[in-house]
């Protein structure tokens, strides 16, 4: 377990309030989760909760106000995946539910967009009711994440044979904090196929995206990207643009910014041996401990790099408050 800083909301004053933030580590099997998921006679979200009682992940987000959780990246293949999970001790937070929403899309359908855009409500209708419908209810949207495995060929078996591409999102509901509003946008993504099957890509720009958001009162609750696109040739040199997703939530009274950052896991390859270096939680309390809050995660594709490989996590930041730089 590792402990850091992080900004509270502001006050009346305007002061910076740094409370203890407490980063756990904990196995989870999502495998054994997607085990107890089926979508294929009713595609609408399933509470955690009522699916699997004795489920690790329900028990691993307490009822502790949850800012974002993310999973640690593995040498070797096993059953569970590391999540750590980044919370901020709030006495008002009585409730957490969880639920797994699935989420389908077509392949290479024409794509018009150029930048950042907000969704048309034909798209993540399961996501959109499931939203409203916990808002009705005093509940805040805190994280939506991409579950690990959901989107591979393995996980197939869950979903009815549509023709569509598939995953399911984590969605995780608190009562604290409440939210007013939502939004759902897409963001064009180019990769490029370069030596030795690795993607090259430039990363997006997203804290500028976000900004104008930022001043209506916009929160951030996770970053997720899909495939939507497959390069005509498989050549160095030839790309695709696939999508990214950014939800996030309205907040009454409050203006955000918005910081990103990129720390990157080096996996050092010495004969047969792998060996994974990076202390993230160090990397974000430089800047937890100057009051900013870390709003969500996403892990990109592996890059090369001259010890072996090199696996980016983006990082994006808010803040509410004007004294945070």
Known sequence: MGACLISSKARSDRRIVHTDVIIENTPIDYQEILTKLSFKRKFVPQSLEEVWPENSLHKFIDNHSLLTFFHLPSVKRSPTTSVAKCYDPDLHCTSTNIFMCPYRWKLNEPFREEFCYELPSTELRELRVLIQNWHDQGYSLRVVKKMPGSDKPQASALFPPDRCLHCVLQCVFQNCDLGIGYKILGMPWTHKFGRNAFLEYEFP????????????????????????????EHKIGSSCRNRLHFVIEQMPDRIYRFKQSVFYYQQKSTGHNIELIGNIEDWIHSYTARGWVLGATMKMPHQPDHLGSKIPELLVFQTSSEEVI
């Open 205 to 232: 720009d997203i804290a500028s995206e976000l900004s104008r958001y930022g001043r209506m009162g916009f929160r951030l609750c996770g970053i997720f990207g899909t495939l939507v696109q497959l390069p005509k």
